[in-house]
């Protein structure tokens, strides 16, 4: 296949990039590198199967040649970017999603969009099913993705009903792996970087509110089964094993520096208090499941961040 994609070079974008070029598409990556990075998609500079193009897909904009898929990944996805970035994070999640789905029309590809378990909100349904409506604040901090997010599925759904476009939905746990920028402000980065530098781990709130973290090449995986397969209702892609920060807190800590202690800090607003993906549709249906536990995850991911960190001698 040609596959278009928007946010190439973004952490789970430019994974999404190697994986298709591993089995054997041809890629017109899409960047406007706001939180992207160069160096995610550096080693594909020689790979003649894949076109970087600057483009922000806010603005109107054509692909030449035809192609047979697009897959939307576009945005700020930590919540320090987005709060960063409110205005922009709204306008890829809405103009961004429509203009993708335009082209996608336009030339017969199926479409793709990667949503986000924020759309759950702070869950009173738990695990979350695809089918829970969720529980978010539409004027809150966390509003300016959640809600773009919603959006986008809103507009995803409606392009399927009026003009028949195939459309596949990706509901997207928390994910973690090499080419996180170590500055985004989440917590996988945020703590190995501390434990690297041998600062105190700040944990939020009193840590008593839960994740689950699912290693990149899983969801990439994942990401790549939902595309082939025929589902046009959202599918959760996560990681089920659930932990509360404090307890993933001190699991690095253990890991990596027994002695670093760990500093609480205020809790965010609006910070979802549970979260775990129910993934029995995607076992049934796309016959995925994440194989990469949290020490094989973690091990591969501090190698990265290692290279990164400037450990003060
Ligand atoms: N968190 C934390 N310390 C940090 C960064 C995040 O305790 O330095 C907590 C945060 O409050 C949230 C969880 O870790 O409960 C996951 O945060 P992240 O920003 O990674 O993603 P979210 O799931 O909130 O979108």
Not at 184 to 194: E, H, I, T
Request: aromatic fraction near 8%.
């Amino acid at each position: 296949m040609r596959i278009v994609i928007s946010g190439a070079a973004g952490f789970v974008g430019s994974h999404m990039c190697d994986r298709l070029l591993t089995e054997g598409h041809t890629i017109i990556g899409l960047d406007n590198f706001l939180t992207g990075n160069r160096t995610n998609i550096g080693h594909l500079a020689r790979e003649r199967r894949f076109e970087l193009i600057n483009q922000d897909v806010t603005e109107t904009f054509s692909v030449d040649g035809g192609f047979d898929a697009v897959i939307h990944m576009a945005s700020p996805a930590s919540p320090r970017d987005y709060l960063e970035h409110p205005i922009e994070t709204l306008e890829v999640g809405s103009v961004g999603t429509r203009n993708m789905l335009e082209i996608a029309l336009e030339h017969g590809a199926r479409f793709l969009l990667t949503s986000t378990s924020e759309c759950y909100g702070d869950p009173h349904v738990h695990p979350q099913v695809e089918t829970y409506w969720g529980n978010v604040n539409p004027v809150g901090p966390r509003s300016c993705y959640d809600e773009s997010k919603r959006f986008a599925e809103a507009i995803t759904m409606a392009y399927h009903r009026k003009y028949g476009v195939a459309t596949r939905i990706a509901r997207i746990f928390n994910t973690y792996g090499p080419r996180m920028k170590l500055d985004d402000g989440r917590v996988v980065p945020a703590f190995l970087d501390q434990v690297l530098r041998g600062e105190p781990l700040t944990v939020f709130g009193d840590g008593s509110q839960t994740r689950s973290f699912c290693y990149v090449s899983d969801l990439v995986d994942g990401l790549y089964r939902l595309l082939l397969s025929d589902e046009i209702y959202p599918v959760n892609l996560g990681n089920p094993n659930e932990m509360t920060i404090l307890q993933f807190a001190e699991a690095i800590r253990d890991r990596l520096n027994p002695g670093a202690p760990i500093a609480f800090q205020p809790l965010p607003e609006d910070d979802p208090k549970q979260r775990q993906p129910d993934i029995t549709k995607a076992r049934t249906l796309l016959n995925w499941e994440p194989k990469v536990g949290l020490d094989e995850g973690i091990a591969k991911t501090i190698e990265y961040f290692r290279d990164l960190v400037a450990v003060p001698a």
